[in-house]
């Protein structure tokens, strides 16, 4: 039985800001499978920021990917056929197959998941990277203790809205920082933060600091350049802020600080990870995550892209803010 | 007995840059002394960027003092009256008595030293609070490697070239950054630096770059701006910069930094610290040091202003790097 792939590859390197011609879909045909092989139909694929990273040759924390290969990304789905003990035909199974309808594997790279209680897509989401990525941020460097205040960037985004309510389970104050009262509103209304400040509103720092009355303890940051600012001016002594993302310079631009003194006259500690360097906290977090899910104390929201062909567009709009909560693509 | 003591108070706060009309000379005579009293004669004391800091009304590490307050510092001396029984008229102490000939203290805040292999003014610079800032900075935040590469900028300065001594210990590669070729070739040819860049060379990142062909695994940073946004350019995955001082900013100026991506791309570590909130550990630094010393393996070089009317001066050339070494003023 031949199976016809379709599949978005890099085309080109983008020159500073993602254009759509960065991209380039390719149509090719499956073999049959060989022994110990699997074959998955990916019903859904992941869209994240730290893929702008692997389109430039530069050093980052992702390599770069070689032009002409498929977008590389974390998938969900289905095994539609298997040469391999492991794996039957209907198991639902996460991996990282890319910006692609199929992919084939030797039985590694791909994990079984169960879909019985939270739903498949939610696998590359909260139960995924992003879910692991929030929870080793707050607790392996902020370590947040009750009652402190604690700032999010990126609050309506995949992970930051997972870092908020983890940090309202640990009886802290939380407060998002996110563009457009959209945006707020499910951090707030949704997500449960205790207040969103609108970083488009103009006003940045003064709403942050009408928002940490008493200052910031920690900091879960993904953008970096002025919202980065606004809270080291806030900070307390020996705040501690995880940096996981600075979507600020993802086309390349450098992000500048001006109030680095804080990190001295503070004690701060600042303290950049990258959550694939640390799997052996993925199990916990995921636990944790999973069970304030079925148990309906963490919410998630998802924007669904409908096709593969769709895949850029979403990516381009991710990278510019316009997703609510996780960025997915619906292959199926 | 009368005893006519001479001190210096903060007159004014700096606007800005320190000028020598922010210092008052005063003379005051002190009574009989009570009972538990000593009186000790101060020998030489100490001038640091941090009392910079101090001359500001505004939030910074160490809490602003007032005006009219004599200068606060560290001193050493040696006990002229005593009535108090652990102290004895000759006793040698260091203790926090500030810009002035006499102090008076209940016993409180001064501590006896042994001089007999280590002289006096010492326990104000390498064995006192700059040696202590250089052991707790390197072994506790950078936690050098051997053979990894640390930087560290004001190398010729009183904390500077213990960091670097102390690395060299520890088998790394170790570049100092410094102000001039004079200073340079004291951190290479004295203190033993595997090189040292001259910053004020007008090639700060190529000549760093050359100097750290492994890259940098470690940074002990004194200076901020500049320096620091060349340091970051250049440093290794799971770096870790430990931030005693941003000499760049001790005039108010925010102290800009562009390379803030390295921090997420390199998994770095970036940590302020302030050696007073760590007093647990400066028994074991000052050992080590003591013993490198009374062996001959670690070396240090004094700046000394020759009377207490000569600080003020001395102490806007330290802001402005005239120093090598540890800056002193001897007052007997």
Same mark, same amino acid.
């Given at each position: 039985? $031949?199976?016809?792939?379709?599949? @978005?590859?890099?085309?080109?390197?983008?020159?500073?800001?993602?254009? &759509?011609?960065?991209?380039? @879909?390719?149509?090719?045909?499956?073999?049959?499978?060989? &022994?110990?092989?699997?074959?998955?139909?990916?019903?859904?694929? #992941?869209?994240?920021?730290? %893929?702008?990273?692997? %389109?430039?040759?530069?050093? &980052?924390?992702?390599?770069?990917?070689?032009?002409?290969?498929?977008?590389? =990304?974390?998938?969900?789905?289905?095994?539609? *056929? #298997?040469?391999?003990?492991?794996?039957?035909?209907?198991?639902?199974?996460?991996?990282?197959?890319?910006?692609?309808?199929?992919?084939?594997?030797? +039985?590694? =790279?791909?994990?079984?998941?169960? $879909?019985?209680?939270?739903?498949? &897509?939610?696998?590359?989401?909260?139960?995924? %990277?992003?879910?692991?990525?929030?929870?080793?941020?707050?607790?392996?460097? /902020?370590?947040?203790?009750?009652?402190?205040? @604690?700032?999010?960037?990126?609050?309506?985004?995949?992970? +930051?809205?997972?870092?908020? *309510?983890?940090?309202?389970?640990?009886?802290?104050?939380?407060?998002?920082?996110?563009?457009?009262?959209?945006?707020?509103?499910?951090?707030?209304?949704?997500?449960?933060?205790?207040?969103?400040?609108?970083?488009?509103?103009?006003?940045?720092?003064?709403?942050?600091?009408?928002?940490?009355?008493?200052?910031?303890?920690?900091?879960?940051?993904?953008?970096? +350049?002025?919202?980065?600012?606004?809270?080291?001016?806030? %900070?307390?002594?020996?705040?501690?802020?995880?940096?996981?993302?600075?979507?600020?310079?993802?086309?390349?631009?450098?992000?500048?600080?001006?109030? $680095?003194?804080?990190? !001295?006259?503070?004690?701060?500690?600042?303290?950049?990870?990258?959550?694939?360097?640390?799997?052996?906290?993925?199990?916990?977090?995921?636990?944790?995550?999973?069970?304030?899910? /079925?148990?309906?104390?963490?919410?998630?929201?998802?924007?669904?892209?409908?096709?593969?062909?769709?895949?850029?567009?979403?990516? /381009?709009?991710?990278?510019?803010?316009?997703?609510?909560?996780?960025? !997915?693509?619906?292959?199926?």
């Amino acid at each position: 039985m $031949t199976i016809h792939n379709r599949r @978005i590859v890099l085309a080109a390197r983008p020159r500073g800001v993602v254009t &759509s011609d960065c991209f380039r @879909i390719e149509d090719q045909t499956l073999g049959s499978l060989e &022994s110990g092989q699997v074959l998955v139909r990916n019903h859904y694929m #992941s869209l994240d920021p730290y %893929m702008r990273g692997r %389109m430039d040759d530069a050093k &980052s924390y992702a390599a770069p990917q070689a032009i002409g290969q498929t977008m590389q =990304g974390a998938t969900v789905g289905v095994v539609e *056929q #298997s040469n391999n003990p492991q794996f039957v035909v209907g198991d639902s199974v996460v991996g990282m197959f890319g910006w692609q309808h199929y992919g084939l594997s030797d +039985g590694r =790279g791909i994990t079984k998941i169960d $879909t019985s209680k939270i739903p498949m &897509s939610a696998f590359i989401g909260v139960m995924g %990277m992003p879910g692991a990525t929030a929870w080793y941020g707050l607790n392996r460097i /902020i370590d947040p203790k009750p009652g402190e205040t @604690i700032v999010v960037s990126a609050a309506a985004g995949a992970v +930051g809205a997972v870092v908020g *309510q983890l940090a309202k389970f640990k009886a802290c104050r939380v407060v998002g920082v996110a563009g457009g009262a959209e945006k707020c509103q499910l951090v707030t209304e949704t997500f449960g933060f205790d207040a969103c400040i609108d970083y488009k509103a103009g006003r940045l720092y003064e709403d942050l600091a009408a928002a940490t009355p008493d200052g910031i303890d920690g900091n879960f940051e993904n953008v970096g +350049g002025p919202v980065l600012d606004a809270v080291l001016r806030r %900070m307390n002594g020996f705040g501690r802020i995880a940096v996981c993302g600075l979507i600020a310079g993802y086309n390349g631009e450098d992000i500048a600080l001006k109030s $680095t003194r804080s990190i !001295l006259v503070n004690r701060l500690k600042v303290q950049g990870f990258i959550i694939s360097e640390h799997l052996g906290d993925w199990p916990k977090a995921h636990a944790e995550i999973g069970q304030a899910i /079925i148990e309906g104390r963490l919410l998630y929201k998802e924007t669904v892209a409908e096709g593969l062909e769709q895949a850029p567009e979403a990516f /381009i709009g991710l990278l510019q803010g316009k997703n609510l909560g996780k960025q !997915l693509v619906k292959l199926i």
